[in-house]
């Protein structure tokens, strides 16, 4: 099984910022596919390998790069880490976002189920998107693919409960065992 890690945003654009740490999402989900490439030695099973997105000139030439690469690679299944982020403080909660195909729905349940678990955090729940914002990651490869929104960095609770490197190699391993659910 080749589960590619794809970090959104790119060295450019980073997007969201955690105010605690000021670290954006980019570096943040830097970190969490290393540990993810790390942790996966406990699944050998499961080969996994980073890409990263470059800017392109354009949002869709950048997907459509990675994900080029992706396709290259012969991935199974793609994972874009994200966090979300909201003016509201209290916003709080995991969310994982699929394209909508059976094998997307399948992996982003697994995946739902399995961060609620690491995370302790509401249930966002699984959302399909085709048109709307992040569509272009989940259906511009051949493998099946999900967006994953595990915790809001502006939220404290949300920042609490990844703060700490345990925390972070928990969230790891369960996008390796929600992978395993899912394929294995």
Avoid at 13 to 36: C, H, M, Y
Avoid at 55 to 84: M, Q
Avoid at 127 to 135: A, D, L, M, N, T
Wanted: glycine content about 8%; charged content about 25%.
């Amino acid at each position: 099984m080749k589960l590619a890690i794809v970090v959104g945003h790119n060295a450019r654009a980073q997007g969201a910022v955690r105010p605690d740490t000021g670290e954006t999402e980019f570096a943040w989900n830097s970190k969490l596919a290393g540990l993810i490439e790390d942790e996966a030695r406990l699944f050998p099973q499961i080969k996994v390998q980073t890409f990263f997105r470059e800017h392109c000139g354009s949002y869709r030439r950048e997907i459509e790069a990675v994900y080029g690469k992706v396709d290259a690679w012969g991935a199974d299944v793609s994972n874009e880490l994200h966090f979300n982020s909201h003016s509201n403080r209290a916003a709080t909660g995991t969310e994982v976002l699929s394209s909508g195909s059976p094998t997307s729905m399948r992996y982003a349940q697994a995946l739902q189920n399995r961060m609620g678990e690491a995370l302790g955090l509401k249930d966002r729940g699984v959302k399909i998107r085709r048109h709307e914002r992040g569509s272009e990651s989940l259906m511009s490869g051949r493998a099946p693919a999900v967006l994953i929104e595990p915790f809001f960095g502006s939220s404290p609770l949300g920042q609490a409960k990844t703060d700490e490197e345990h925390e972070q190699r928990a969230l790891a391993r369960s996008i390796l065992q929600a992978t395993q659910d899912a394929f294995l």
